[in-house]
């Protein structure tokens, strides 16, 4: 049972466009949100994250949106830059005694020059 | 800050032997440090999480007596991963957590291979 779904594997943007990387939900006791780049063979990066009380953040060219009703978030990056190319992952703690991250499938970024 | 350092980047064992795999939190102290595991082209798969002083606990079908966790510090979590096969070949990433927040730090990652 995927919890955490990315249902995008893969989007193509060209450089200096707007890329929106989608995650979608089905867990209400889910109360952070975050998002992760990777490279292969690599750890993951943390980018940016947000509370299930709030709908927006922004980090520099980075912002996170999130729709609760909808059990939806967005992860924008504009501009996009070469650099970007990299596999996405949207997560979800799970709050509580646990307080662990479940991370979604992932989108692989390609920028465009 | 918040940097996570993993050693070895790279294993190659033989089946049956043991391995263990260090995660060390470099400029901040983490109660909580977690493992997981990536197949190709698949997402982080938690194994387990690891509490400063206690003992792990371990997600449902990863066996506790085939992946040891040790937290015996801050700053350091161990996985050995006991009796290995081929099928326990992956990468193994372990992550950090600051005290009192909800991101959680990656290391580079671990390369099992079991021959």
């Known amino acids: 049972d995927q919890q955490v779904k990315q249902n995008s594997p893969s989007l193509s943007v060209q450089e200096g466009r707007i890329s929106i990387l989608n995650c979608d939900y089905t867990n209400s006791m889910f109360d952070y949100f975050l998002w992760y780049k990777k490279y292969p063979a690599e750890g993951p990066t943390f980018l940016i994250s947000i509370s299930s009380i709030k709908d927006k953040n922004e980090d520099g060219r980075f912002t996170v949106f999130l729709n609760k009703s909808a059990k939806h978030l967005s992860l924008h990056i504009v501009p996009s830059q070469p650099g970007d190319s990299a596999v996405y992952f949207c997560?979800?703690?799970?709050?509580?005694?646990?307080?662990?991250?479940?991370f979604g499938t992932g989108t692989l970024l390609a920028v465009q020059p | 800050g918040a940097v996570v350092s993993q050693h070895p980047s790279r294993v190659i064992c033989k089946s049956g032997t043991s391995v263990k795999i260090e995660c060390r939190s470099l400029d901040f102290q983490a109660t909580t440090m977690f493992w997981y595991r990536q197949f190709p082209k698949q997402s982080l798969m938690l194994m387990a999480t690891?509490?400063?002083?206690?003992?792990?606990?371990?997600e449902q079908g990863v066996e506790k007596d085939k992946f040891l966790i040790n937290h015996a510090s801050l700053t350091l979590s161990t996985l050995t991963v006991t009796s290995a096969h081929p099928e326990d070949s992956s990468f193994y990433i372990c992550?950090?957590?600051?005290?009192?927040?909800?991101?959680?730090?990656f290391g580079p990652g671990t390369r099992l291979t079991v021959t």
């Open positions: 997560a979800a703690n799970y709050g509580g005694a646990t307080n662990k991250l479940i």
């Open positions: 690891s509490n400063e002083g206690s003992k792990a606990t371990y």
């Open positions: 992550s950090a957590r600051r005290t009192s927040t909800y991101e959680q730090y």
